[in-house]
């Protein structure tokens, strides 16, 4: 049993002196701050100092029907968890930590490979679609990791004059979200599930970044990137179906994981797509892998079961 020194909610200050360089969790105090006021959760991060080291693990608290509080780890592999190795230090932290916060947490990191290993309930399964490049240069991943359509494709937008903006200030923000909410209605929702807002809160930060690709001045594709430590996330996507035969997200993502590559991240993380089948095929032609996951509870079995009927509706 760890000796535990303190338990508190997490400051930038614990994030600040808390890492060892090559360290896997999650780090960045300022991203999870921003994100907590994008969605409105309350940020609920917790900070344990025990004899053996620092631990902290980012949580968001949201309430299931908008009764029950449930504290929520950040999708985001190793980024959204605790960097330990051993299943039962891990589980060990974890009750301290619901302990201390006194509600339910859900855990929902695709790349932990302990987290499986420490018998908790899984609510939901689901994936995520990621290409790793170990020692990869972009040549070496676009002649053998992209098929041959898609290297196609990529020829045929770098031939297609389009010209490449990237940024992250409101203009291009309010750029992106114009073509955000078109292609929401081409999936048949008349209203987007993240307002401009949730986007404007990331205005300038250096961790976020739109690139767009423009035909005669007309927005008509964009992707939304974070860049953690060790990996490039495409966060959102949109397209003007009526330029789609230019290939302009193509030519966008070759060009990120390009990108990618030079600054030496570990992987290109595509995210999951749900339902969107075409979409998944699009990610699987960049050599993307479909990476199942659970998504597991720690609480009251009754919250636990309110969870699973709103997850899976």
């Given at each position: 049993?760890?000796?535990i020194?303190?338990?508190?909610?997490?400051?930038?200050?614990?994030?600040?002196?808390?890492?060892?360089?090559?360290?896997?969790?999650?780090?960045?105090?300022?991203f999870?701050?921003?994100?907590?006021?994008?969605?409105?959760?309350?940020?609920?991060s917790?900070?344990?100092?025990?004899n053996?080291?620092?631990?902290?693990?980012?949580?968001?608290?949201?309430?299931?029907?908008?009764?029950?509080?449930?504290?929520?780890?950040?999708?985001?592999?190793?980024?959204?968890?605790?960097?330990?190795?051993?299943?039962?230090?891990?589980?060990?932290?974890?009750?301290?930590?619901?302990?201390?916060?006194?509600?339910?947490?859900?855990l929902?990191?695709?790349?932990?490979?302990?987290?499986?290993?420490?018998?908790?309930?899984?609510?939901?399964?689901?994936?995520?679609?990621?290409?790793?490049?170990?020692?990869?240069?972009?040549?070496?991943?676009?002649?053998?990791?992209?098929?041959?359509?898609?290297?196609?494709?990529?020829?045929?937008?770098?031939?297609?004059?389009?010209?490449?903006?990237?940024?992250?200030?409101?203009?291009?923000?309010?750029?992106?979200?114009?073509?955000?909410?078109?292609?929401?209605?081409?999936?048949?929702?008349?209203?987007?599930?993240?307002?401009?807002?949730?986007?404007?809160?990331?205005?300038?930060?250096?961790?976020?970044?739109?690139?767009?690709?423009?035909?005669?001045?007309?927005?008509?594709?964009?992707?939304?990137?974070?860049?953690?430590?060790?990996?490039?996330?495409?966060?959102?996507?949109?397209?003007?179906?009526?330029?789609?035969?230019?290939?302009?997200?193509?030519?966008?993502?070759?060009?990120?994981?390009k990108?990618?590559?030079?600054?030496?991240?570990?992987?290109?993380?595509?995210?999951?797509?749900?339902?969107?089948?075409?979409?998944k095929?699009?990610?699987?032609?960049?050599?993307?892998?479909?990476?199942?996951?659970?998504?597991?509870?720690?609480?009251?079995?009754?919250?636990?079961?309110?969870?699973?009927?709103?997850?899976?509706?």
């Amino acid at each position: 049993m760890m000796n535990i020194k303190s338990i508190h909610y997490s400051c930038g200050d614990d994030f600040c002196d808390s890492q060892i360089p090559g360290a896997q969790a999650f780090s960045n105090w300022d991203f999870i701050e921003t994100l907590s006021k994008a969605t409105g959760y309350k940020n609920v991060s917790v900070t344990i100092e025990a004899n053996s080291g620092k631990y902290i693990i980012p949580l968001l608290e949201r309430k299931a029907l908008g009764i029950y509080p449930i504290a929520f780890s950040l999708p985001f592999g190793l980024y959204g968890g605790i960097d330990v190795s051993e299943a039962e230090l891990y589980i060990e932290l974890m009750e301290h930590i619901k302990k201390f916060l006194g509600c339910a947490i859900v855990l929902q990191n695709p790349f932990d490979p302990v987290l499986p290993r420490i018998n908790l309930p899984s609510v939901y399964r689901v994936y995520t679609h990621v290409v790793e490049f170990g020692n990869a240069t972009y040549e070496d991943v676009f002649k053998t990791i992209f098929n041959a359509k898609l290297r196609n494709q990529i020829r045929k937008g770098e031939k297609s004059n389009l010209t490449i903006r990237e940024g992250n200030d409101e203009d291009i923000i309010n750029a992106f979200y114009e073509l955000y909410v078109l292609t929401n209605l081409r999936w048949g929702k008349r209203h987007p599930k993240y307002s401009i807002d949730f986007f404007k809160a990331f205005a300038g930060k250096p961790y976020f970044e739109i690139k767009l690709s423009m035909f005669d001045e007309k927005v008509i594709s964009a992707i939304v990137l974070l860049k953690l430590s060790g990996q490039y996330f495409y966060w959102f996507g949109a397209l003007n179906k009526d330029y789609g035969e230019y290939c302009p997200n193509h030519l966008l993502l070759s060009r990120t994981i390009k990108e990618a590559i030079e600054a030496r991240a570990e992987f290109f993380n595509f995210g999951a797509s749900g339902k969107l089948f075409d979409v998944k095929k699009f990610k699987e032609s960049f050599g993307a892998k479909e990476i199942p996951y659970d998504i597991y509870f720690m609480g009251n079995p009754l919250t636990r079961y309110t969870l699973t009927k709103l997850i899976r509706k």
